[in-house]
C-alpha cells in the first residue's frame, strides 16, 4: 500500500471509445504526476499538477486529457487512443517539487492500458 | 534535455553484492534517485544522492560523483526478493521532475 490509489487496475479499450483512469492519493501531497511505461522504454513524463495548475504537459497527444479537480484526485481521460498507447500509466505524487521534500515521488500501482 | 545510461540486466547469487551503474547527461542537475519496481508494483523509492558521496540506508547504498556524471546503488547480502527492476532517476534544478533510466533488471538467483 503505498497511499496511491489508482482504478481500474486493467482496462481494454477499443479505438473509439471513451474511457478513465482514476488517481487518488492518501498522503496529503500537492503534486501529482502521470507516467506511461511501456515495455524497453524509460518512464516518460506526460503531466504534472502542482496546487491543481498543471506544470508540466510533455507533449502529450491530445487523446490524453488529464483532470485534476483537487489535490487527491487526478484523472486521464482516454479517447480515440491507437494501439501504440498499450501501456501501464502510473500515477505519483509529493510534496512540492520545487522543494527538496519534492524529490520523493509516490507511484501507484498503475492502470494497464490494453486499446485494440 | 536529459538522458540516463544504466545497464538493462545484472544478474548475481543469494548473498553476492551486486553494483548498479547509471550516467546521466543533463542540462541541468540536482541530485539522482533509485527507484526500485518489482513485476506488476508500483515503483518504490530507495535513496537520494544531492551531494557528492556515499549514502546508506541498511543493506541498500548509493553513490554520486557529479565531476564524472555518475552514480551507483550498492546492494549488499542480495536476497530473492532483491529481484527486481531498479531505476536511476535524475532531478533538474528549477521546477524539478524526475526523468527516469530505462531500468536494469536484477535477477537473483540461490
Known amino acids: 500500500e503505498t497511499g496511491v490509489t489508482q482504478t481500474p487496475r486493467h482496462l481494454v479499450m477499443g479505438m473509439t471509445n471513451k474511457k478513465s483512469l482514476k488517481c487518488e492519493q492518501h498522503l496529503g501531497h500537492n503534486a501529482m504526476y502521470w507516467y506511461k511505461q511501456s515495455a524497453k522504454k524509460p518512464l516518460e513524463l506526460m503531466f504534472v499538477y502542482n496546487f491543481k495548475e498543471q506544470t508540466e504537459n510533455n507533449s502529450v497527444p491530445s487523446r490524453f486529457s488529464p483532470e485534476c479537480p483537487n489535490s487527491s484526485h487526478l484523472f486521464l481521460h482516454l479517447h480515440t487512443l491507437q494501439p501504440e498507447d498499450s501501456a501501464l500509466y502510473l500515477c505519483?505524487?509529493?510534496?512540492?517539487?520545487?522543494?527538496?521534500?519534492?524529490?520523493?515521488?509516490?507511484f501507484g500501482e498503475g492502470s494497464w492500458l490494453t486499446v485494440v | 534535455g536529459q538522458s540516463l545510461e544504466q545497464p538493462s540486466e545484472v544478474t548475481a547469487v543469494e548473498g553476492a553484492i551486486v553494483q548498479i551503474n547509471c550516467t546521466y547527461q543533463t542540462s541541468g542537475f540536482y541530485g539522482l534517485s533509485w527507484y526500485q519496481q518489482h513485476d506488476g508494483g508500483a515503483p518504490t523509492f530507495l535513496s537520494y544522492n544531492g551531494l557528492d558521496g556515499l549514502e546508506e540506508t541498511g543493506r541498500f547504498s548509493s553513490f554520486l560523483s557529479r565531476s564524472d556524471s555518475y552514480g551507483y546503488l550498492l546492494l549488499q547480502e542480495l536476497q530473492m526478493k532483491d529481484s527486481a527492476s531498479y531505476f536511476c532517476a535524475a532531478r533538474n534544478s528549477g521546477y524539478s521532475t524526475l526523468t527516469f533510466g530505462k531500468g536494469t533488471m536484477l535477477l537473483v538467483s540461490p
Open positions: 505519483a505524487s509529493s510534496q512540492d517539487p520545487r522543494q527538496l521534500s519534492g524529490n520523493t515521488i509516490y
